[in-house]
């Protein structure tokens, strides 16, 4: 570890008192690009919003056209605009509903770069807004770059989306051998897939060749499915969230299987101290596998 991020880190580790609960971060990840990795993010962080929690969606994918447009919003600024100075935390959140703020966010590599002390030590203090946060997902882009490996670090869970196609499975297939070598759990979601049946032959197939080539001490699980949905590519084209458009859809039902599982765990969320929640907490994790 550098000396800087040494600096930085004894600046994230306050002797503050156990007052937040800990925000639980999901890293939404795949191999093959345009598999869903953005619609399951906004869906997901809406329909867990939905649920009663204070979730945040981190897009660390900005430049491309993603998260802005499954919300329908504009991004002028983004958190490199705050590290650099030029900008608050809270000038570049971005209100989508009562519950679900989402942060536009920038790569690890680029956040890293611009670690000014004096800047990141008022970066810590304003993140702090966002501590009451109880699930932050991670829409991370695909490919498995060393930026994006620090948030799947720094994440409690990482979601590998695949849809059903070959290439996309060899794709989600390596991308899992390469998340196996810095965590030993990862989680799938089955994207476009026909039915439940599919879903599970398909992950039952990666999950074969995953024991048989990582071994056992990675545990590959199926953390749910979202069915092949023309509902789900009109809704992305008219800028709204599918789940939020057809509320009695087969789709928005797939979500929110999803969304239960996850809050089962995000319950069992302990207090921390405020800078280990909330975007500061992200933050000081990042740091951490710098
Ligand atoms: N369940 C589904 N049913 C039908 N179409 C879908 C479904 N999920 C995603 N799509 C379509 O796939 C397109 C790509 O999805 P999305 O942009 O979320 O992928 P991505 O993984 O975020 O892509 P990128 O890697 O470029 O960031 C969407 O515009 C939508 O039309
Ligand atoms: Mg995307």
Same mark, same amino acid.
Do not use: C, H
């Given at each position: 570890m550098g000396h800087q991020a040494e600096k930085l880190e004894e600046?994230?580790?306050s002797k503050a008192q156990l007052t937040s609960k800990k925000t639980r971060f999901v890293a939404i990840t795949s191999g093959k690009g345009g598999v869903g990795k953005s619609t399951i993010s906004s869906n997901l962080a809406y329909v867990l919003s939905q649920s009663g929690l204070n979730v945040g969606i981190f897009d660390a994918d900005i430049g491309l056209a993603n998260l802005d447009v499954m919300f329908n919003v504009k991004i002028k600024k983004n958190i490199l605009h705050v590290l650099k100075g030029e900008a608050t935390v809270a000038d570049i959140l971005i209100p989508i509903t009562r519950n679900l703020i989402l942060i536009p966010g920038e790569s690890g590599d680029e956040i890293l770069k611009y670690s000014d002390m004096?800047?990141?030590e008022r970066f810590m203090e304003e993140a702090k807004i966002l501590d009451k946060l109880d699930v932050m997902i991670i829409d991370t882009g695909a490919g498995i770059g060393e930026h994006i490996q620090m948030f799947l670090k720094a994440a409690d869970d990482v979601v590998?989306?695949?849809?059903? $196609?070959? =290439?996309?499975?060899?794709d989600a297939y390596a991308t899992i051998k390469t998340i196996a070598t810095i965590r030993n759990d990862v989680y799938m979601i089955m994207n476009q897939v026909k039915n439940e049946r599919e879903a599970e032959a398909v992950f039952g197939k990666i999950k074969k060749v995953a024991l048989a080539?990582?071994?056992?001490?990675? $545990?590959?699980k199926l953390l749910g499915k979202i069915s092949s949905d023309l509902k789900v590519s009109t809704s992305v084209k008219k800028r709204s969230l599918f789940c939020s458009a057809y509320p009695s859809s087969g789709v928005h039902k797939d979500v929110i299987k999803i =969304?239960?599982?996850?809050?089962?765990?995000?319950?069992?969320?302990?207090?921390?101290?405020a800078n280990e929640s909330g975007l500061s907490g992200l933050f000081k994790r990042l740091i951490k596998h710098f």
């Open positions: 600046l994230v580790s004096a800047l990141f590998v989306v695949t849809v059903p $196609d070959p =290439a996309a499975i060899t080539n990582i071994g056992s001490a990675l $545990d590959l =969304a239960n599982r996850l809050s089962a765990k995000v319950e069992q969320n302990m207090l921390v101290k």
